[in-house]
């Protein structure tokens, strides 16, 4: 295989149009037909890393094996793709400017002016080059987060375009995703949008191939041929991305529009075998034919915004499919949770989720729901903060601790059965600095997620401070708490079920980040199973 492609995905008009699933989509097509692929991510932002925004801020913080904490559209990456990101797959112009500010201070440009061209531009361009010299990939597909015309977005645009003279032709593609709105009141697609944005672009010096036009409604031929007259690309290279029910269907579409064939032939790439896609045709049928429902419950307080808890949604829906079910999913609110509340906000559902999550607020409806959940014989799934929750309420409600709580929140408690890990007391800073990434597991055998794993060694991902106060397991397991995952090397518990409950888990780690449509995680897929035996039983 010649050197490394690159693709570069812009987008126009107005953000969310879904860069991050049009990426994820060819990227899925060019694997199914044989090539090797990762996809990259440069988010204009000047933080170092989404580690520090508020949910609402940015939706969820997805964290990758190597315990990079990024953005969620890396989620998308791996969910679609099956394999693993790192740090490389996600770069701020925060990163950017501290590497470069790093090298000035230790003298590397000594005597010069530093600028934004070419000492900004350089390390963006060295950033996207790592991925495809490290790895030998056939193809890096970089997102350029934001939308162009952006102040921010600037010295991404120009890089493309020194990339792309640098490259030579047929290495390189430009692939910009615009909005044609429907006007209801004229009853017309417009285009108006999409050719002013391509303008943009041309200003700055790049010229998009292909155009990936998202729509609520069918594209003729006279709008596509426009589109393609006004906008300097040929007909096949205007491709329509018309609303679909689920994101899972978009490589489907795309490869009804060619977008894998227009792309290949573009990049001087064999158009070897057609994709291999049978698995995930019948994901997607399974997905949206389920011969049954069940009602989940999932307690947060970033509840308002569904990206907040973006890889929970995609993990349930995955363990959905497997088990032909649809899942009805709410979202509930944990600070209306109350003791008046609770069954009435609680009742109907099959399973219930207490969602990861940091800080005081809304804690006491979160610990209610695992009340609700233990004592109903719902099952239930603690994720991270959730785990630590069912401990509380285990050791307020069963040990009768009741004033236990985790040192998070409260240090004026006898009981502090969640505490700060060792290695975090020294830590200050707030950066990534918390317990990140995977670390190894070992699952006991006589165990409900041994079932679910079907193995004994398994490795999760981490984002957390507090942890389960070892001191108190003796405590815990006189009264069928059961430690069923421990990490062999520090002696951390990660997973933690009730035996005397159909199914009761807490678990330490974030399954949700390796949850993937070919692979759903035996967990989610376990709890869902979990949940359609309780909803027959009623
Ligand atoms: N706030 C808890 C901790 O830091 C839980 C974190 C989480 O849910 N990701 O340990």
Redesign the pocket.
């Known amino acids: 295989m010649a050197a490394t492609k690159y693709i570069f995905v812009t987008g126009g008009v107005t953000s969310s149009l879904g860069k991050g699933i049009i990426s994820s989509s060819l990227a899925k097509l060019l694997q199914a037909r044989g090539y090797s692929v990762t996809i990259q991510k440069l988010d204009p932002y000047i933080n170092i890393d989404p580690g520090t925004l508020n949910p609402y801020e940015h939706g969820e913080c997805y964290v990758t094996q190597d315990g990079a904490e990024t953005d969620l559209d890396l989620g998308h990456y791996e969910r679609f793709l099956g394999v693993p990101t790192s740090q490389a797959n996600n770069v701020t112009t925060g990163r950017i400017y501290q590497s470069v500010i790093n090298k000035e201070r230790r003298g590397d440009y000594l005597g010069k002016t530093v600028q934004i061209i070419p000492h900004i531009t350089d390390e963006i361009k060295r950033r996207i080059l790592l991925l495809g010299k490290k790895h030998k990939y056939d193809v890096v597909i970089t997102e350029i987060g934001g939308t162009v015309g952006d102040i921010e977005s600037l010295p991404y645009i120009e890089t493309v375009r020194q990339l792309r003279w640098e490259l030579g032709p047929k290495n390189s593609l430009v692939i910009h995703l615009t909005l044609v709105p429907y006007l209801a009141a004229s009853g017309e697609l417009k285009t108006k949008p999409t050719q002013h944005s391509v303008k943009n672009l041309l200003e700055n010096g790049v010229q998009p191939d292909i155009l990936v036009l998202r729509t609520e409604r069918t594209l003729n031929k006279d709008i596509r041929k426009k589109v393609a007259l006004f906008c300097n690309v040929d007909l096949p290279s205007v491709i329509e991305s018309i609303d679909v029910k689920t994101i899972y269907e978009v490589p489907l579409l795309m490869l009804k529009e060619k977008l894998d064939e227009t792309t290949l032939i573009k990049l001087d790439l064999p158009i070897l075998s057609p994709p291999e896609l049978k698995p995930w045709k019948i994901f997607v049928d399974k997905l949206k034919n389920p011969s049954k429902s069940v009602n989940i419950a999932l307690v947060g307080k970033y509840v308002e915004l569904h990206d907040s808890y973006k890889s929970i949604i995609e993990s349930l829906t995955h363990a959905g499919a497997v088990n032909s079910a649809r899942i009805n999913l709410k979202c509930l609110h944990s600070e209306n949770i109350n003791p008046e509340t609770v069954g009435e906000i609680l009742s109907g559902n099959d399973g219930i989720i207490v969602a990861?999550?940091?800080?005081d607020r809304g804690i006491e409806g979160k610990i209610l729901a695992v009340k609700y959940a233990r004592e109903n014989k719902i099952p239930y799934f603690g994720?991270?903060?959730?785990m630590?929750c069912a401990v509380i309420e285990f050791a307020r409600n069963v040990l009768d601790f009741k004033d236990a709580h985790?040192t998070?929140m409260t240090h004026m408690t006898a009981h502090p059965v969640?505490d700060l890990m060792e290695e975090q007391k020294g830590v200050a800073e707030k950066g990534g600095t918390?317990r990140l990434g995977s670390y190894p597991c070992h699952v006991n055998k006589n165990s409900l997620v041994f079932k679910a794993y079907g193995k004994k060694n398994i490795s999760e991902r981490h984002?957390?401070?507090?942890?389960f106060n070892s001191d108190y397991l003796k405590s815990f397991e006189s009264k069928g708490f059961l430690a069923s995952g421990i990490n062999p090397d520090s002696k951390l518990v990660e997973i933690m079920e009730l035996k005397d409950h159909p199914w009761f888990v807490g678990v330490q780690f974030?399954p949700e980040y390796s949850s993937s449509v070919l692979k759903p995680h035996p967990l989610f897929v376990s709890f869902v199973e979990a949940a359609i035996l309780k909803k027959e039983s009623n």
């Open positions: 990861p999550g940091f800080g994720i991270c903060l959730g630590q985790s998070e969640i918390m984002r957390h401070r507090y942890e974030h």
